[in-house]
């Protein structure tokens, strides 16, 4: 089965940026889609399909997907960036999500 | 804006059905090219992806999940459902349903679930 392999966790000093990167075979090959989750809440969409914007995400989130690794980016980081951050793909029939990164802002 | 409630009993006991029922409000579950989806999450852990199931009836489950599984339509009512069947500890979670589209793009608020005796 397909794998997804993330960074437990991230840690960003504010105003600067940060990256998660999200692995896999090929994924370069795949769509990629990014959630953010806060604490208690459900997950959001914030890029799909490698790195396109949903409506009513910030511009500070951007994705890109090369090769075997797939990066979320987010610039000027706020304290309300602070959340779990996941990948996912859709390989074989199957949903697959990368087992999420924590995102600190400092 | 469509927007999605899971509902359903929050304790089942070992090796019985967990039945938990999404209900879609502003727009129809079969109008557009849409798939629903669950998915849950244990407490402390990450997104499983459970299953989902196309307009059509159309559907496709996780390989480890697939024995115990079925997620189905109800148009009249405008929901979708989902039945785990033998369920134990392991799958106490919070279950969401969502809405994918070109991804997961609109979201229940999620379900807390416990097996427990």
């Known amino acids: 089965s397909y794998e997804l392999t993330q960074p437990l966790s991230v840690s960003v000093a504010l105003g600067q940026t940060a990256r998660i990167t999200c692995g896999g075979t090929?994924?370069?090959?795949?769509?990629v889609h990014w959630y953010q989750q806060k604490a208690g809440q459900a997950p959001v969409l914030v890029i799909h399909t490698d790195s396109k914007r949903p409506s009513g995400i910030p511009e500070r989130f951007s994705g890109s997907n090369s090769g075997n690794t797939a990066t979320l980016t987010i610039s000027r980081a706020q304290a309300g960036d602070e959340a779990d951050y996941y990948c996912?793909?859709?390989?074989?029939?199957?949903?697959?999500f990368g087992g999420g990164t924590r995102l600190t802002v400092l | 804006q469509v927007q999605l409630q899971e509902s359903g009993p929050g304790l089942v006991k070992p090796s019985q059905t967990l039945s938990l029922t999404c209900s879609v409000s502003?727009?129809?579950?079969?109008?557009?090219?849409?798939?629903w989806i669950w998915i849950r999450q244990p407490a402390g852990k990450g997104l499983e992806w459970i299953g989902r199931i196309y307009t059509s009836g159309r559907t496709n489950y996780s390989p480890s999940l697939k024995s115990r599984v079925t997620i189905s339509l109800d148009t009249s009512k405008n929901q979708f459902s989902l039945k785990l069947s033998s369920v134990t500890a392991a799958d106490t979670a919070v279950y969401y349903c969502a809405r994918e589209s070109y991804a997961f793009d609109i979201w229940g608020q999620g379900t807390m679930v416990t097996v427990s005796s």
């Open positions: 502003g727009g129809s579950i079969s109008s557009g090219s849409y798939y």
């Open positions: 996912q793909v859709w390989d074989t029939s199957t949903e697959v």
């Open positions: 090929n994924i370069g090959n795949k769509n």
